[in-house]
């Protein structure tokens, strides 16, 4: 009876409690193993929760607003047509509008809107302003050295007057020489302007500068007043001063040539001005009188113009007559 009794207590021993013993008592190994398997569950939570954080990360990054920035060089050719697209729609909302993208030349739109601004027309106004100045300022500076070297040679002096060499005199007989000027030069400007296109480049610049906010009526005003101007200064003051010669000729034809740079005009129309200037100053001498190249010098501004004007709006496609 004692041995079933013991029999029974054997087999009434729950599961659970027989498997905690054995845990207990069981070898070391099974545990490390029990350890390394939770250890490796931890790094894969861990894992799993920063590539979530950085998938969070990236997405709050796109949706943050991109920032354009200037890319002037090494860039791709579908960058700059996607440039150039991005460009096109900003233009048609906004024209005033200039984006700091690439174009089709690798160029930024800053070194576009630097280039834009260099060729800025300036307003009527301030071109009929700037015009009047310049020439009071040159007619002004001749008109006082021609008074000055009168004065001075009256007093008993050697110096040239300029007043006697360079007279104010005309006689009918000069209209042609003034006529040959005129065809002479407008004839040599129209052929540079077809065969030197450095030439054409320089003189359409300066033009639109110069011209290109003004009425039809204005062109006599900017074509008569430096005409005038210039030659008092440049044939009726300063040749008689350096020489009635070919030498003295030259010179002024240079300097008046030289100070036609800028504004848009290169070398190439400074040389035109000066071989310009050297026409001017052999009529002067030929002729004796500072009526004839400031005549011709203001009909030659005149017909510039014009020509100017009339191709430009052809070239255009707008009205000739507006």
Not at 15 to 20: G, L, P, T
Request: glycine share 8%; hydrophobic share 40%; aromatic share 8%.
């Amino acid at each position: 009876m004692s041995c079933s009794f013991l029999s029974s207590l054997h087999f009434s021993v729950p599961v659970s409690c027989a498997d905690n013993k054995a845990s207990l008592v069981g070898p070391p190994v099974k545990r490390k193993t029990s350890s390394i398997g939770y250890r490796k569950v931890a790094e894969a939570l861990i894992i799993t929760s920063s590539k979530h954080k950085s998938v969070k990360k990236t997405r709050r990054e796109e949706q943050k607003p991109k920032t354009l920035h200037l890319r002037i060089s090494n860039t791709t050719v579908s960058e700059k047509e996607n440039g150039v697209n991005f460009l096109q729609n900003s233009a048609n909302s906004d024209p005033n509008h200039k984006l700091g993208t690439v174009i089709e030349n690798g160029e930024s739109s800053a070194e576009v809107i630097s280039k834009d601004s260099s060729l800025h027309t300036p307003g009527r106004d301030a071109v009929l302003k700037a015009c009047t100045i310049t020439s009071g300022i040159f007619a002004v500076t001749g008109l006082t050295i021609r008074q000055v070297s009168h004065v001075i040679s009256e007093g008993g002096l050697s110096f040239p007057d300029c007043t006697r060499t360079m007279p104010y005199d005309i006689e009918w007989s000069q209209a042609e020489t003034i006529v040959a000027l005129v065809v002479l030069i407008s004839a040599c400007r129209q052929v540079l302007l077809k065969f030197w296109p450095e030439f054409a480049d320089s003189s359409k610049a300066a033009n639109r500068q110069v011209l290109g906010s003004l009425d039809i009526w204005d062109y006599a005003v900017v074509s008569f007043l430096p005409g005038i101007g210039e030659e008092l200064l440049f044939r009726g003051a300063l040749l008689p001063i350096i020489g009635i010669d070919w030498k003295g000729v030259t010179v002024v034809g240079l300097t008046f040539g030289a100070l036609h740079l800028g504004g848009g005009r290169k070398s190439a129309f400074a040389l035109w001005a000066s071989f310009v200037g050297i026409v001017y100053g052999f009529a002067a001498v030929s002729s004796s009188s500072l009526i004839v190249p400031i005549a011709a010098h203001s009909l030659n501004n005149l017909i510039g113009g014009l020509l100017w004007r009339y191709f430009d709006l052809k070239e255009n496609g707008n009205s000739v007559d507006s």
